[in-house]
């Protein structure tokens, strides 16, 4: 291993330190901040209702309303719609979403 020795205007550098550097955020703005947290929520309300509360099965399937966002082409980004229920593919029981 080597040693570093750091030049300081007064001298050199007698016990080793640490030099903080800043964090630095590439590519993010507070715009991706608030699209992470819709996704998060997204997420989180798919989790929540992964099954049926009737017959508890697994086969559910959100239902959206048509409102999704729209990326450069004018084509819908998929994921981006809006849940208002869910439908269950195996006993047809529908419940809406929850507000949380």
């Known amino acids: 291993m080597s040693c570093v020795s750091i ?4 001298g050199i550098a007698e016990e080793p330190m640490t030099i903080p550097f800043p964090r630095l955020r590439f590519g993010r ?3 991706d901040d608030g699209a992470q947290t819709l996704a998060l929520n997204r997420a989180r309300l798919m989790h929540h209702n992964r099954f049926c509360p009737c017959c508890n099965s697994v086969a559910v399937e959100p239902l959206e309303l048509n409102d999704p966002s729209l990326n450069a082409s004018g084509m819908p980004i998929p994921g981006t719609a809006t849940v ?4 269950c593919n195996g006993c047809y029981h ?3 979403v929850a507000a949380r």
Do not use: D, I, L
């Not at 030049?7 to 007064?10: A, E």
């Not at 208002?84 to 439908?87: K, M, Q, R, Y």
């Open 84 to 87: 208002v229920a869910f439908h």
């Open 7 to 10: 030049y300081r205007p007064s």
């Open 94 to 96: 529908e419940w809406p």
């Open 29 to 31: 703005t507070s715009s």
